[in-house]
């Protein structure tokens, strides 16, 4: 390998990490809100993102590179999604478990702006449970509507298990949206920048996600504070 996470070819990009299958896992640039497809130990689609409005508007993709373990998608305004945004899709190696962090940044040059997106994960699963923090002890929650407005994260299945987390300094950009389907499918979206977005101004947020063996708490807290202790990126 070259060092590289990822591959491109016109529009789609490869996961080509071995610590996630090697090329195994790929995602449409064009159309981001179906999310990477064939991740190994997925069943479903993953950190796809798109325009939180009512016609679900897709990102149009301006251009795209791979730099190390980033791939990164930047998406022009259109008239129903007036903002700049680039999108990074950041593979962690080291320590284990691997992830995978979805960084989204939007700046405008408009005037009373509110930038939304929103990110998808639907996953083959029965069951989806936001996880709270209480105490500085994190846990998977019961009630899934109920305990969502103050979820740092979501899991899904019973191992393997889903898991993503929102970074505890933009909780104010990230509010968790779960649900069960039919047919054994549930999802995991995050809305983001809900909040009015000053002209000129860079908001960003981050998500990271993993696959792990099961749902213990301690590793799902582990997670959760060596991706909370993160220094911001350098990037995005």
Same mark, same amino acid.
């Given at each position: ?12 990009a ?17 159309n *981001? ?5 064939g ?13 939180a409005?009512?016609?679900? @508007? ?21 008239t129903n999604?007036?903002?700049? @945004? ?9 320590? /284990? *478990? ?10 405008t040059?408009?005037?009373d702006?509110? *930038?939304k997106?929103?990110?998808? &994960?639907?996953?083959?699963? &029965? ?15 019961? /009630?899934?509507d ?11 299945? $019973? ?9 505890? &300094?933009?909780r104010? /950009?990230?509010?968790? /949206?779960?649900?069960r389907?039919?047919?054994?499918t ?21 998500? #990271?996600?993993?696959?792990? &063996?099961? $749902? ?12 909370? @202790?993160?220094?911001?990126?350098? #990037? $995005?």
């Amino acid at each position: 390998m070259d060092g590289k996470s990822w591959r491109i070819e016109q529009s789609v990009a490869t996961l080509v990490d071995p610590a996630w299958g090697g090329g195994a896992a790929t995602i449409d640039l064009a159309n *981001p809100s179906r999310g990477l497809v064939g991740v190994p130990g997925v069943s479903g689609a993953v950190l796809g993102i798109q325009a939180a409005s009512a016609s679900a @508007t897709e990102l149009r993709l301006a251009d795209a590179y791979v730099r190390g373990a980033d791939l990164v998608a930047r998406f022009t305004p259109s008239t129903n999604f007036p903002f700049g @945004t680039e999108v990074y899709w950041r593979v962690g190696r080291r320590p /284990e *478990p691997p992830t995978i962090e979805l960084i989204a940044s939007v700046q405008t040059d408009l005037l009373d702006t509110h *930038p939304k997106l929103m990110t998808r &994960s639907v996953v083959g699963s &029965s069951s989806v449970s936001p996880i709270v923090e209480q105490d500085g002890v994190i846990d998977a929650a019961s /009630e899934l509507d109920q305990d969502m407005p103050k979820a740092v994260g979501c899991l899904a299945g $019973a191992g393997p298990v889903w898991v993503e987390f929102a970074h505890p &300094s933009d909780r104010r /950009e990230a509010l968790l /949206e779960a649900a069960r389907h039919p047919g054994d499918t549930v999802s995991i979206g995050w809305r983001l920048f809900s909040a009015f977005l000053e002209k000129g101004v860079i908001r960003r947020a981050r998500i #990271t996600a993993a696959l792990l &063996s099961s $749902a213990d708490p301690t590793t799902v807290g582990a997670l959760y504070r060596r991706f909370a @202790t993160q220094a911001p990126p350098l #990037t $995005a």
